[in-house]
């Protein structure tokens, strides 16, 4: 099968259970495919040059919503649309619900999946290029090439990762079913990420991620992003709070950033925990997230910038929740 005339071919098959999946999954240079909007564009800039690609978007089981209680399960390929717009998704989990309403455009929603932005691709603007493009600066530390254009000096990829969902399903405490040949294994959603990013996942190959799972609320949450173009782009900083506030201070906080590094960075919140919501604690929180984000030039907008933004996000995002 192939995409378009630059596409490199490869195999493709449609998988009619996990099982069957992951078996194939395990084939070097396998590659997942469910809504394919992190996928395909990397295959006709020549990113993913893959030996399979799987199909999991007609496996039944993995397209629920199931409730028990207040606890949630969510498939892996079912929809950020059906996501954002799920009434019950919305009113405990905010978090959520708001991070998913603020993937991408419309068409992207549609077709983008619960797994798969939460196993995207890390970006860069000297990567997330066309071939002729990379070939022209030999290829970066990423792919093609030997070298980091965004630190030189290093031996180590800084591509960032930008998925919406991660922070949001970090902060509401969220678990990952993955399965493999051997089984199923369950993982906090924090542990998915690696800070390498040329290799950010911390899946083994033939792993796939099927499920979330999503403890009964503990408080509030929400997830504000910032971009350059309101309709579309990828988060320059994307933050979600779950916070409890009790009757004159916060007991409980959980901060996770997106968009700064190549794994979400989850900032310590120590310092404002027992505090009452005002705005020297708002103030404080935004000097913590500056200090725990590190983001580098892997976008056109400047890394000081980017870093502010986040402070400023978790800030005003603080207020509102705790109003």
Not at 157 to 168: K, T
Not at 238 to 248: D, K, N, S, T
């Amino acid at each position: 099968m192939t995409i378009d005339a630059t596409t490199p071919r490869f195999e493709f098959r449609r998988a009619a259970s996990v099982g069957e999946a992951v078996q194939w999954l395990a084939t070097p240079g396998a590659r997942v495919h469910a809504g394919g909007t992190d996928l395909v564009p990397n295959l006709r800039r020549g990113l993913e040059r893959p030996s399979i690609v799987v199909d999991i978007g007609g496996i039944a089981g993995l397209a629920g919503i199931a409730w028990r209680d207040d606890a949630c399960a969510i498939g892996a390929t079912v929809t950020l649309a059906r996501l954002a717009a799920d009434a019950r998704v919305a009113s405990t989990y905010p978090a959520l619900a708001e991070a998913a309403a603020a993937v991408g455009a419309p068409a992207h929603r549609s077709a983008g999946t619960v797994g798969g932005n939460l196993c995207a691709d890390t970006r860069c603007v000297h990567y997330n290029q066309g071939a002729w493009w990379r070939g022209a600066v030999g290829g970066c530390l990423k792919r093609g090439g030997d070298v980091c254009h965004v630190a030189p000096q290093g031996r180590r990829c800084h591509a960032a990762f930008c998925g919406d969902l991660a922070p949001a399903l970090i902060a509401l405490s969220a678990e990952l079913d993955v399965a493999s040949y051997g089984g199923v294994r369950r993982m906090a959603a924090v542990d998915l990420y690696r800070d390498d990013g040329a290799a950010h996942l911390a899946l083994l190959p033939g792993e796939l991620v099927t499920a979330v799972r999503l403890p009964p609320p503990d408080g509030v949450s929400g997830y504000r992003k910032a971009r350059v173009r309101g309709s579309i782009d990828f988060p320059l900083a994307g933050v979600a709070i779950a916070l409890r506030v009790g009757q004159r201070s916060i007991e409980r906080a959980i901060v996770a950033v997106t968009g700064v590094g190549p794994r979400p960075v989850v900032v310590g919140t120590e310092a404002i925990v027992g505090r009452r919501v005002d705005d020297e604690t708002a103030a404080l929180l935004a000097t913590r997230v500056e200090q725990s984000v590190k983001p580098m030039r892997t976008t056109a907008t400047p890394a000081a910038y980017r870093r502010q933004v986040a402070g400023v996000l978790a800030a005003r995002l603080l207020r509102t929740l705790a109003a």
